[in-house]
């Protein structure tokens, strides 16, 4: 069955960057493409952007653009967020979830930033 | 950037009521609108997609109607397994916007 398993928590200090990944299993991870969102605590979703895994082409919410960086390895079909320059207003679970109707999702990655 | 309106924010009803759940885009979306429910500490659940279509597994008690700008999320028949957040998600232009959520509780 389909899964999208995210790397565990992450506490990081203002400043620094933090990488997170979401391995997929139970389907081509080639065949679409990867979404990121974030979830601030208690509040709604922010789309983030989307990498085609097959193309390595990426398409990024401006408001995210100068901070998120998206990649993906096709040999473990695993995509990786890199997150940079944190603050504290990045503190929040950040989701992956697979296609253009973000079908599945992994299970969050909680990111707390915190001198 | 288009924004979703989502109404209500919050929901009481019982177990059995039929509940409605609106998402209202701020300029033509043609079908392009897909609703999630999430639970506590859980990853949202894709319910329907495309305005109308019901995803695979997902109980025939959710029905998901409109187009252009005006969208509603139908419970028939509410059960205890439907406490939850429901968003909805419009996915016709970029950047991706969601709707801020209701949250439905048992009465």
């Known amino acids: 069955q389909v899964k999208l398993l995210q790397s565990g928590a992450a506490l990081v200090k203002p400043g620094d960057s933090v990488k997170m990944s979401c391995k997929a299993s139970?389907?081509?991870?080639?065949?679409?493409?990867i979404h990121w969102v974030k979830q601030s605590h208690g509040k709604s979703l922010e789309w983030i952007g989307y990498i085609n895994p097959y193309s390595g082409g990426t398409n990024y919410n401006e408001k995210f653009k100068s901070k998120a960086t998206l990649t993906v390895d096709k040999s473990s079909s695993t995509a990786y967020m890199e997150f940079s320059r944190l603050t504290s207003e990045d503190s929040a679970i950040y989701y992956c979830?697979?296609?253009?109707?973000?079908?599945?999702w992994g299970q969050g990655v909680m990111v707390t930033v915190s001198s | 950037d288009i924004q979703m309106t989502q109404s209500p924010s919050f929901l009481s009803a019982s177990v059995g009521d039929r509940v409605t759940i609106n998402c209202k885009a701020s300029q033509n979306i043609n079908r392009y609108l897909n609703w999630y429910q999430q639970k506590l500490g859980e990853a949202p659940k894709l319910l329907i997609y495309n305005a109308n279509s019901l995803q695979t597994g997902i109980p025939s008690r959710f029905s998901g109607s409109g187009s252009g700008t005006d969208f509603t999320l139908t419970i028939s028949s509410l059960q205890p397994e439907d406490v939850a957040t429901y968003f909805c998600l419009q996915h016709n232009s970029w950047p991706y916007t969601f709707g801020a959520g209701t949250k439905l509780e048992l009465k």
């Open positions: 979830a697979r296609r253009s109707s973000f079908d599945y």
């Open positions: 139970g389907y081509t991870f080639t065949d679409y493409i």
